[in-house]
């Protein structure tokens, strides 16, 4: 189960990173100050906006859906939790 639980963490931090570069290149056009203020947006601009936006909407739909299997998971295991006895502090199906 070890590795599981470190396959997740590196999907998490993927979509983590995913995510920052999808706001980068997002905001980049402007940060950096390649869309002059107050003028008509550019191709590159508008080539970036959606880049980034498209980026950034995978990453959100993929950290909700990795959240949302995680608590389903936990709500799984809960009712093997609830009938372990006292002592018993291992994960069911490990030995």
Excluded: C, H
């Excluded at 995913?18 to 980049?28: E, M, N, Q």
């Excluded at 909700?64 to 006292?86: K, N």
């Amino acid at each position: 189960m070890r590795s599981g639980r470190i396959s997740g963490r590196l999907a998490m931090a993927a979509l983590v990173v995913l995510l920052l570069a999808g706001i980068w290149v997002f905001v980049a056009p402007f940060a950096v100050g390649l869309q002059p203020s107050f003028s008509p947006w550019s191709t590159a601009t508008r080539n970036a906006l959606v880049t980034g936006g498209v980026l950034m909407v995978t990453a959100l739909g993929g950290l909700i859906t990795y959240g949302a299997l995680g608590v389903r998971e936990l709500l799984a295991r809960a009712p093997q939790l609830e009938e372990a006895p006292e002592g018993d502090t291992k994960e069911p199906g490990v030995s």
